[in-house]
């Protein structure tokens, strides 16, 4: 939205039934000038709002002045992350990103000072206005602790933590939510690109059987791997702890406390550590051994090279990032299908 004073929302119509979680939003947030208006809020609260009512077209009613917070009243009973964009004051503070909890007694005044640690729960400075790519954010609640990171680059490849800070509950059963608002100061569009809920260390799922196998083990039959498959079983488990192993030398833990790492902790690995490693190594290898300029124009001073010369080259560098790029991916599908097959290796040797 791009016009003063108005504002908007979109609520989920099921409550979030994980005790821990993780969400994804990826979204854009862009204007003119160095600061917006106002900005743009991810909701946990206990009861979503009532659908507006359908407008008459015979008697159309304007959309009623944002009063409360962002859009959305401020009195609100749950968890608000907020992308502020507004710089009333003129001081440059911002982009800010910070949350509050409310337990409904609190209202917009209460907020005001929003950049002290008396009033948030955790904030931090990131420039997500006007980015080239969607801003992506992940807020992860897990072993009672509530951690914010911010892609503003990579199209959630790269992130960087904004906050991580104890919390000891969170709402539950609660909605979720995002809107936006601007104000008559200035005016930013607030676009929703996505967003994904996931949930952390589920429940083990419910075994499907195989064909006669419920059979077979009510007579007390057993399943017996093959040579062939038990090495495969090796190979896979030695992989497993290697990549925990890597993974406790760099948090400075036990490499045993890594020993049974979810899928959510292998993938971790492989995007933010070992992927990214090979592919800036990779990048640099390439970009070296590219020359400046072709064989045939190396008699031609660099500062007059033509615009086919420059076009060649970087047609030669596009093809590399190209190569590089298909090589991280192939090498994150193996990643991925290794992490499957690992898990189902192991619900086969259970029984």
């Not at 982009?95 to 950049?115: E, Q, R, S």
């Not at 608002?181 to 996505?194: A, I, P, R």
Request: charged share 25%.
């Amino acid at each position: 939205m791009s016009i003063p004073d108005k504002h908007g929302s979109i609520w989920s119509s099921l409550s979030n039934p994980y005790k821990e979680w993780q969400v994804v939003l990826s979204f854009f947030v862009y204007g003119r000038g160095s600061s917006g208006s106002d900005g743009l809020v991810f909701w946990l609260v206990d009861a979503a709002p009532s659908p507006p009512a359908t407008p008459d077209p015979n008697n159309p009613q304007p959309n009623p002045p944002v009063t409360s917070f962002y859009g959305h009243n401020s009195n609100f009973k749950g968890f608000a992350l907020v992308f502020d964009s507004s710089d009333a004051s003129r001081q440059r503070t911002n982009p800010f990103i910070y949350a509050i909890l409310n337990d409904g007694t609190k209202h917009a005044a209460d907020f005001a000072n929003y950049m002290s640690p008396q009033v948030h729960v955790g904030a931090c400075f990131r420039e997500f206005r006007n980015t080239a790519v969607p801003v992506h954010a992940r807020l992860t609640y897990m072993n009672k602790t509530l951690s914010l990171d911010i892609d503003i680059r990579e199209e959630g490849e790269e992130y960087t933590n904004c906050f991580s800070t104890e919390m000891p509950s969170m709402p539950e059963n609660a909605f979720f939510g995002v809107s936006a608002s601007t104000d008559s100061n200035g005016f930013d569009d607030h676009d929703v690109v996505s967003m994904e809920v996931f949930e952390i260390n589920p429940p083990p799922r419910q075994k499907i059987f195989r064909p006669n196998e419920e059979a077979d083990i009510a007579k007390g039959k057993k399943f017996k791997m093959n040579e062939d498959l038990k090495k495969e079983v090796e190979k896979a488990e030695q992989r497993v702890r290697k990549v925990a192993k890597a993974e406790a030398s760099k948090t400075g833990k036990d490499a045993s406390t890594k020993a049974a790492m979810d899928l959510m902790s292998i993938k971790r690995v492989a995007d933010d550590q070992t992927r990214i490693i090979e592919m800036l190594n990779s990048v640099q290898q390439k970009l070296s051994s590219v020359p400046a300029s072709s064989g045939d124009n190396k008699h031609i001073p660099s500062n007059v090279l033509t615009e086919d010369h420059q076009y060649q080259f970087e047609s030669r560098i596009s093809a590399k990032f190209d190569a590089i790029k298909a090589e991280v991916d192939s090498n994150r599908n193996e990643v991925r299908v290794l992490s499957k097959y690992v898990v189902e290796l192991k619900e086969l040797v259970s029984y």
